[in-house]
C-alpha cells in the first residue's frame, strides 16, 4: 500500500501563486508516475499535471505555462506550483501515483481563487 497526503491548499486571490506538496509513504519502492487531479463543484475530474519516473511531464491545456509540476525522489515527493490563479482553477486537488499497475490517491485539498 501507498499512503499520500497533500498540503498546501487554501485560499488566494486572482493572479495569486499557491504550491502544493504531496508526500508518499508506505510500501514506495517502484513507485513510479506521480501527479495532480482536480474536481470542481458539479464538473468531471481532470488531469492537471503527471511527472513520469524518467521526469517526461504532461499537462492540461488549461494550465500550461501556469503550473509547474516536479518531484524529489529522495523525499517520495511530488510538488505542484501554480501560478497565475484564475477563478476557474478552483477545485478539490488529488495527488495521484501508480505503482507497479495499482493506483493511489490522496485525500484531496481545497484550492479557491476568488477575491
Known amino acids: 500500500q501507498v499512503q499520500l497526503v497533500e498540503s498546501g491548499g487554501g485560499l488566494v486571490q486572482p493572479g495569486g501563486s499557491l504550491r502544493l506538496s504531496c508526500t508518499a509513504s508506505?510500501?514506495?519502492?517502484?513507485?513510479?508516475?506521480m501527479g495532480w487531479y482536480r474536481q470542481a463543484p458539479g464538473k468531471q475530474h481532470e488531469l492537471v499535471a503527471i511527472?513520469?519516473?524518467?521526469?517526461?511531464?504532461n499537462y492540461a491545456d488549461s494550465v500550461k505555462g501556469r503550473f509547474t509540476i516536479s518531484r524529489d525522489n529522495a523525499k517520495s515527493t511530488v510538488y505542484l506550483q501554480m501560478n497565475s490563479l484564475k477563478p476557474e482553477d478552483t477545485a478539490v486537488y488529488y495527488c495521484?501515483?501508480?505503482?507497479?499497475?495499482?493506483?493511489?490517491w490522496g485525500q484531496g485539498t481545497q484550492v479557491t481563487v476568488s477575491s
Open positions: 508506505g510500501n514506495i519502492f517502484d513507485i513510479g508516475a
Open positions: 495521484w501515483s501508480r505503482r507497479l499497475r495499482l493506483e493511489y
Open positions: 511527472i513520469n519516473i524518467g521526469r517526461s511531464i
